[in-house]
């Protein structure tokens, strides 16, 4: 099995910064991607930023990539995001979303991490 654990959430001030982690465990054979995705209340899920592990290409909405920041640390099956300037419309859920082979002869699967509540006050 595969497990995705964000960590890093909270509440914050308008302007703030706050830092997601996200750590995958379990068995791993082969990690294709891993990122973030957000749900606002009311809204739909929408992507945050995505890694892609054979290339290193990393994805960005339109809307944060001049304030967020997705990294990773490969050793350790983590992607962090780096989040500054943080207005009241980024509040919402944040989940960690990985596209992940678990053993060589399994099918590659997507996962998702529980979610961390990130709350930004105006």
């Known amino acids: 099995q595969v497990h995705l654990v964000e960590s890093g959430g909270g509440l914050v001030q308008a302007g703030g910064s706050l830092r997601l982690s996200c750590a995958a465990s379990g068995s791993i054979f082969n990690i294709n991607h891993m990122g973030w995705y957000r749900q606002a209340p009311g809204k739909q899920r929408e992507l945050v930023a995505r890694?892609?592990?054979?290339?290193?290409?990393?994805i960005y909405a339109d809307s944060m990539k001049d304030r967020f920041t997705a990294s990773r640390d490969s050793a350790v099956n983590t992607t962090y995001l780096q989040m500054h300037s943080l207005e009241p419309e980024d509040t919402a859920v944040y989940y960690c979303n990985a596209e992940i082979t678990p053993r060589w002869d399994q099918t590659t699967g997507i996962y998702w991490g529980q979610g961390t509540q990130v709350t930004v006050s105006s």
């Open positions: 890694i892609n592990y054979y290339d290193s290409d990393i």
